[in-house]
């Protein structure tokens, strides 16, 4: 493997989580792996064919951030020094493996190609097309080649049962974008640079830099906001980081947003406090807004919501008023039984006072690479409710089945079983709730195969698995974060190492595998050679910078922008802030914002029959849990680096002193929390940051399974909180699983059992 040269700085953005933050890497010495980190690193066995090699030196790397980043201006949080952590990780794979009765065995990248298209084949022609799946993790949109190229492999399937992150995410912002704006990534963003009331629902963007809303470092952003008279204002049912930035935290009972934003509507209405401005000449169904919210005055919603009504008053009144206001909810909104409804009324409250697509409000980014205005193949504009699952009968949404589905459809007999499953980038063990249902259900599967450079809670399943090179062994240009960031910028990472001979790219894995399905012998050579010679990522990039709305189209004199021309920017490229586009930029048929989409308006009788009935009792448990997000942590395919899991334990359950009490639990006790569908073992951590009645566990633990092989992991297992989240508990509109208040009950447990250690699975000569 090349490194980069030493004395030479190598500038990128961080692809580990949505802030993009720019990094400057450069070499600091030669150490052996006996001495790195403190703690002397195992040799691999050698008969372990899952083992990196490369063991005998490496470059340990410098990596701060860019202050000359125009976006970042130097920021970056503890996950980017841990780049190099992934990419030198002894547990990392870094070529085929195959899984045997007797353990893993290497295979070369052809032989283990070709047995992936041979079962899938078979399967197809056996079972049916529906009869193989898909599931794409949430690193895909932190790899532009694999977000290129993996739409392409899927259709080379022509299955429907398609899932990925997004319903276990963010799907409630893509319906409500596409049934009011015309396009699933027509998504306004917070202008946080310049507003002056920033309202915030179940969103921690001071831990995350702005899920669905790209900022780095959005500490100091918010500061800004009160520096210059602003109000920062959060709804959260913990007292989070980000409430330390506030200047006010309400609480409020899970999973009852919902009758907030209605209760804020109905006084904007009730108080003649809408001002849509420009945005009345292409904006319909005002009064069908009005009329619906005359059912929801702060009275009646606030026993329900844990909120004085004194308070959703006075708080619709202030933002309403202000000079500049935006209210954005993020996954503490999404992922609870009403997200869509959630979703389309923020929306609808930023119309409604006018804040939407002007300073200060909700605005639309112009990214140099516009996936709104690509082509279909590349970025569809969505889809709702075409077909449903086989079992359940959820939605599609944009071509996809909801993720709650999809042990359901492995485990159910009948035509349309899944008999094959072929993961990318994804470990839903982990990230889907009733993840231990899932895991019985892939130990079942006829034949799976994962790209992934781990044997995780998932893979482990697999029985060829496919590694792709590391973030730092490919370019990145981050075509989805430059779509969701708080002010137009554009920057090209280049990779810091050249891959060895051995290493596919995600890419070439999967249009690979891609040209295998479609054709067969030489006619899928040739294709395969010609994309990647004439239509790789770098060609498909540079035509989106050059056709979209800054480039310089085939001219060579123009000014505009081409790859060329972005590579040279090292630091980057400032376009501007955001800018009013509407009604120009909308993708509805009659260039009109739909706000009140009938499929929407009907979901609030569900809303009404759910949260209004006073006589409803909790069915499995007297506390409601929700999650969290923590800043050294991404999901679970950040455990596996030490520097990430120094300090005190990570996965604990925060519960507020009085339920405690009630409990007679104390400080690090391990407790049990349990559920419909299971329980998990976690220690307790009493903390006033939470509600009464609300407790709370991280998400992405749980490194306990039997088979992986990845120690750090393990060494921190924690638990699951998916392993008691339900998967029948869902947004019935669009089938996103309702993580945010599931009841459980806890007690404490006399379990003391030794972390469980993993079996080690290796090859036998």
């Known amino acids: ?190 202008d946080l640079d310049r507003t002056n009331f920033f309202l915030i629902l179940g969103a921690n963007p001071a831990v995350s830099n702005g899920s669905m809303m790209t900022a780095p470092g959005v500490g100091r952003r918010l500061q800004e906001i009160r520096q210059r008279g602003g109000k920062v204002i959060l709804i959260d049912p913990r007292f989070t980081e980000t409430a330390r930035l506030a200047d006010r935290h309400l609480f409020i009972k899970p999973g009852t947003d919902v009758l907030l934003l209605l209760a804020l509507l109905h006084v904007v209405f009730g108080e003649g406090l809408t001002r849509l401005g420009p945005l009345a000449a292409f904006t319909k169904g005002v009064d069908v807004i009005g009329k619906l919210v005359a059912e929801f005055p702060p009275d009646k919603v606030a026993s329900i919501t844990g909120i004085d009504s004194d308070q959703i008053r006075l708080l619709a009144r202030e933002f309403a008023s202000a000079e500049s206001a935006v209210c954005y909810g993020r996954i503490g909104v999404s992922t609870q039984e009403f997200g869509g409804v959630c979703q389309w009324l923020i929306n609808v409250l930023n119309i409604v006072t006018g804040n939407l697509d002007r300073p200060g409000g909700a605005m639309f980014t112009l990214p140099a690479f516009d996936p709104v205005t690509a082509s279909q193949s590349l970025s569809p504009r969505g889809s709702y409710a075409r077909w449903h699952s086989r079992v359940r009968k959820l939605p599609e949404f944009s071509g996809e089945l909801p993720v709650v589905t999809l042990a359901e459809e492995v485990l159910t007999e009948g035509a349309g079983q899944i008999k094959a499953l072929v993961t990318s980038a994804g470990n839903p063990v982990l990230s889907t709730p009733n993840g231990r249902q899932l895991d019985r259900a892939l130990a079942g599967l006829e034949f799976m195969a994962s790209i992934d450079p781990y044997i995780n809670e998932t893979t482990r399943h697999a029985h060829i698995i496919l590694p792709p090179s590391s973030s730092l062994e490919h370019e990145h240009y981050d075509v989805a974060f430059h779509l969701l960031a708080v002010r137009n910028t554009t920057k090209f990472s280049p990779a810091l190492f050249q891959p060895d001979g051995e290493t596919r790219h995600d890419w070439e894995i999967l249009l690979e595998l891609q040209t295998r399905m479609e054709h067969d012998g030489i006619f899928g050579r040739v294709k395969r050679e010609f994309i990647k010679r004439f239509f790789g990522p770098e060609r498909i990039l540079d035509l989106g910078l050059r056709f979209g709305p800054y480039g310089a189209r085939l001219n060579p004199f123009s000014k505009g922008l081409t790859l060329r021309k972005l590579k040279r920017a090292v630091h980057g490229i400032d376009l501007g802030p955001l800018a009013s586009c509407l009604p120009g930029r909308l993708r509805t048929s009659d260039k009109r914002i739909e706000l009140a989409p009938e499929v929407l308006v009907q979901d609030v009788e569900r809303v009404k029959a759910k949260l209004l009935d006073k006589a409803s009792v909790p069915p499995n448990g007297d506390l409601l849990l929700i999650g969290r997000r923590q800043l050294r942590s991404n999901n679970s395919w950040m455990h596996n680096s030490q520097r990430l899991l120094r300090g005190k334990p990570q996965c604990t359950i925060l519960m507020h002193a009085t339920d405690a009490a009630q409990r007679h639990l104390r400080p690090g006790q391990k407790v049990s929390v349990r559920s419909r569908v299971g329980s998990v073992v976690v220690p307790i951590e009493i903390s006033e940051e939470m509600m009464p009645g609300v407790v709370s566990i991280p998400h992405g633990w749980g490194h306990d399974r039997l088979g992986i092989q990845i120690d750090v992991a393990q060494q921190h297992a924690g638990g699951s909180i998916n392993d008691v989240t339900d998967d029948l508990t869902i947004d019935a509109l669009c089938g996103t699983a309702a993580f945010s208040g599931t009841w459980v009950a806890i007690e404490a447990t006399n379990w003391s059992s030794a972390r469980l250690t993993a079996t080690r699975i290796t090859r036998v000569e």
């Not at 802030?19 to 403190?38: M, P």
């Not at 990248?109 to 399967?123: N, Q, S």
Request: charged share 25%; glycine share 6%.
């Open 1 to 190: 493997m090349r490194t980069a040269n030493n004395s030479s700085p190598h500038y990128r953005a961080c692809n580990l989580c949505e802030a993009v933050c720019g990094i400057v890497i450069s070499s600091s010495r030669q150490e052996q792996l006996a001495g790195v980190g403190g703690r002397r690193q195992e040799q691999a066995k050698p008969h372990d064919a899952t083992r990196n090699p490369e063991l005998e030196t490496r470059n340990l790397l410098d990596i701060r951030g860019d202050k000359d980043d125009p976006f970042s201006r130097g920021y970056i949080c503890p996950k980017a020094v841990a780049l190099q952590d992934l990419h030198y990780d002894k547990d990392r794979l870094k070529y085929p493996v195959r899984r045997t009765p007797h353990g893993w065995e290497r295979l070369g990248w052809k032989e283990a190609f070709d047995e992936v298209a041979f079962h899938l084949k078979r399967i197809h022609a056996v079972h049916g097309r529906n009869s193989i799946a898909t599931y794409l993790g949430n690193p895909t949109v932190h790899n532009y080649g694999a977000l290129l190229f993996a739409p392409g492999f899927i259709r080379s399937l022509h299955t429907r049962n398609r899932f990925s992150a997004t319903s276990v995410d963010q799907l409630a912002h893509h319906l409500a974008a596409y049934l009011m704006f015309g396009h699933q990534l027509h998504l306004p963003v917070p």
